[in-house]
């Protein structure tokens, strides 16, 4: 009978993400509330001297599958792997971060493993001994609650930013282990020809930990400036909503909402956006929200925490030299 | 070549969303349906991949009656031909059924890339596109902003943006691409397009034509169940920061920002 919880580790340039740290330690959780053992599994090469970070997080056993073939992700050799090790070992519940790489492997290994997956969860919980993923829907616009019908394992992936990350103990040591996989090289159809990184070292909307947006209302592009200068005080990535993407001011991969990033920052700060409902839907996830807007009648103010009726060429550069005192 | 586009219809993205009596799905009376808004990306660029390279292009949609009219605003635009698998027993199923469906009609064609949306805007699963190039046996790649097909038409590469990054991944074809936005703009329907999509032939499918189980799909052969849908959780009652002048309402709210919100 399937037991116990495994996840599946992310790892780039020979280093853990950060969601993979979150998902071990939800997955700790869920392994407690069974009463059952965590097991991760890191893919990669020449990786394994970073397995024991996972145990300090609360993984009890950490399976390293190490081959060339997997320095760069492939969704067919990853596929092809994991789907081998999880039957192998058979877990009860199978958890991944919802990261781009988490979401094209997760989809794929589900249909590889003939099971049904909740994607992109912002709650877990167990009922009846059983998982019962939270997810939310229309981008938010509604939550839904899921749980699986004779289909093990219980597969889901988690929303970064979101599950509460464990203080790891590097007293607390994981039993390791070499996986055993076979992987043909005939079945891997793609190849990663080159990576394009972002040089600006910008962390991505969806594990930022704060985010600083403008809309409409920040009537161009230059005038993001504003925005950049108090993001670069407090650590934020600029976003933006999709008529400032639409109308060409910011690159496509800026947008938040129902058609861009769907993000759960800290601290959401939005300028000169109306919150129109796709839009909303996208941040409304976020711990907290300011907004900034002339319109005090502006949807966005029924979201945020804190709300500033006024011109946001005034506030937002007044705001970066207030917290450039405090800080 | 051969291009195949899946679409499916969504409620418009204005739509606010109401949780109907029994809890577990939502009221469709005044919901306007329009084509997913990643499946459109995937029509402009299989219509512009033929363009180039000729060939036809085939879209797929899945669900009741309504969605012939995403299909035929396809074929406006200018796909070639049109499928629609329809079935009562489709409804409720889950995104491997809906897969399942699609690589049954697929299998018994003529193809080189095939597009789905990156994900519906209704339920955000993201699943479809990646299982149906599983059950095809051929490679996916997702959520993919720009494809340069190669001069002699046997393989392509495919730009798909990630956290902090940019991958350029290389396929032969078959292929499975879906479509993230960025990917081109798609082009309106013209006035001599709608009238020419109206004589393309569109044919509908139903389970039994495709040889399947119909015990597989629909609520039945889910294999995740909803318990329960929720209005999202409600945010409580904010904070208007008043002040004489913008200076006074920043500094308070740097002050909140840092003593009582603790975010700075």
């Known amino acids: 009978m399937a037991q116990g919880v495994m996840i599946i580790a992310e790892e780039r340039d020979g280093e853990i993400?950060?969601?993979?740290?979150?998902?071990?330690?939800?997955?700790?959780?869920?392994?407690?509330?069974?009463?059952?053992?965590?097991?991760?599994l890191l893919l990669g090469s020449n990786i394994k001297d970073k397995a024991p970070k996972l145990g300090h997080y609360g993984a009890d056993k950490v399976i390293v599958a190490d081959d060339p073939r997997l320095e760069k992700y492939t969704t067919d050799a990853y596929v092809s792997v994991i789907a081998q090790i999880v039957k192998a070992n058979d877990p009860a519940i199978l958890l991944l971060g919802a990261s781009f790489q988490?979401?094209?492997?997760?989809?794929?290994?589900?249909?590889?493993?003939?099971?049904?997956?909740?994607?992109?969860?912002?709650?877990?919980?167990?009922?009846?001994?059983?998982?019962?993923?939270?997810?939310?829907?229309?981008?938010?616009?509604?939550?839904?609650?899921?749980?699986?019908?004779?289909s093990w394992p219980q597969m889901a992936t988690a929303r970064p930013k979101v599950m509460a990350l464990n203080t790891p103990d590097e007293s607390r040591s994981a039993e390791i282990l070499d996986a055993s996989f076979t992987l043909d090289d005939g079945s891997i159809k793609t190849k990663v020809a080159d990576i394009v990184k972002d040089e600006s070292g910008k962390i991505d909307l969806t594990e930022a930990d704060k985010i600083v947006s403008g809309g409409r209302g920040m009537k161009g592009p230059d005038n993001y400036n504003i925005l950049e200068e108090l993001a670069s005080v407090i650590g934020a990535t600029v976003g933006a909503s999709r008529s400032a993407v639409d109308a060409g001011w910011r690159p496509q991969t800026d947008q938040v909402g129902q058609t861009g990033k769907v993000v759960s920052p800290n601290l959401y700060i939005a300028c000169g956006i109306s919150g129109a409902i796709q839009h909303l839907a996208g941040m409304s996830t976020s711990k907290l929200?300011?907004?900034?807007?002339?319109?005090p009648d502006a949807p966005i103010f029924q979201k945020a925490d804190y709300g500033v009726v006024d011109d946001l060429f005034k506030i937002v550069p007044a705001l970066t030299e207030e917290i450039k005192k405090i800080l | 070549m051969n291009i195949i586009v899946c679409l499916?219809?969504?409620?418009?993205?204005?739509?606010?969303?109401?949780?109907?009596?029994?809890?577990?799905?939502?009221?469709?009376?005044?919901?306007?349906w329009i084509m997913n808004p990643y499946d459109e990306f995937g029509v402009e660029e299989a219509l512009k991949i033929k363009e180039k390279f000729g060939g036809?292009?085939?879209?797929?949609?899945?669900?009741?009656?309504?969605?012939?009219?995403?299909i035929r605003t396809a074929l406006a635009m200018g796909a070639d031909?049109?499928?629609?698998?329809?079935?009562?027993?489709?409804?409720?199923s889950d995104s491997l059924a809906v897969a399942k469906a699609l690589a049954a009609v697929i299998k018994g064609m003529d193809y080189d890339i095939i597009f789905t949306g990156q994900r519906g805007v209704d339920e955000d699963n993201g699943i479809v596109g990646a299982a149906l190039a599983d059950l095809l046996d051929i490679p996916n790649i997702s959520v993919v902003v720009k494809v340069e097909v190669a001069e002699d038409g046997k393989s392509l590469k495919a730009y798909r943006p990630v956290e902090g990054q940019v991958l350029i991944i290389e396929s032969g074809l078959p292929v499975l691409i879906t479509a993230q936005k960025g990917l081109n703009e798609p082009r309106y329907a013209s006035l001599p397009g709608i009238m020419k999509a109206k004589k393309k032939p569109l044919e509908e499918k139903t389970l039994a034509d495709l040889a399947l189980d119909p015990s597989d799909f629909g609520e039945g052969g889910r294999k995740m169940k909803v318990l329960e849908l929720t209005p999202p959780p409600q945010r409580k009652a904010g904070k208007i920061i008043e002040g004489e002048t913008p200076e006074q309402k920043a500094s308070e709210l740097a002050r909140l920002l840092h003593e009582e919100a603790k975010v700075l």
Do not use: H, W
């Open chain 2, 56 to 70: 036809e292009v085939t879209v797929i949609g899945l669900g009741p009656k309504r969605v012939t009219e995403s």
């Open chain 2, 8 to 32: 499916k219809q969504v409620p418009d993205t204005e739509t606010q969303i109401k949780i109907a009596q029994d809890g577990k799905s939502i009221i469709e009376d005044d919901i306007k």
């Open chain 2, 81 to 92: 031909k049109g499928v629609l698998i329809s079935d009562p027993a489709l409804e409720g």
């Open chain 1, 102 to 150: 988490g979401k094209d492997l997760s989809a794929r290994l589900s249909a590889r493993l003939g099971v049904a997956m909740a994607q992109d969860c912002t709650m877990f919980a167990i009922e009846d001994g059983n998982l019962v993923a939270t997810r939310p829907i229309y981008a938010g616009k509604a939550y839904a609650k899921l749980t699986f019908n004779n």
């Open chain 1, 289 to 295: 929200i300011v907004a900034v807007n002339k319109d």
């Open chain 1, 17 to 40: 993400r950060k969601v993979s740290y979150e998902v071990v330690s939800e997955g700790r959780r869920l392994a407690d509330s069974l009463g059952q053992n965590l097991t991760a």
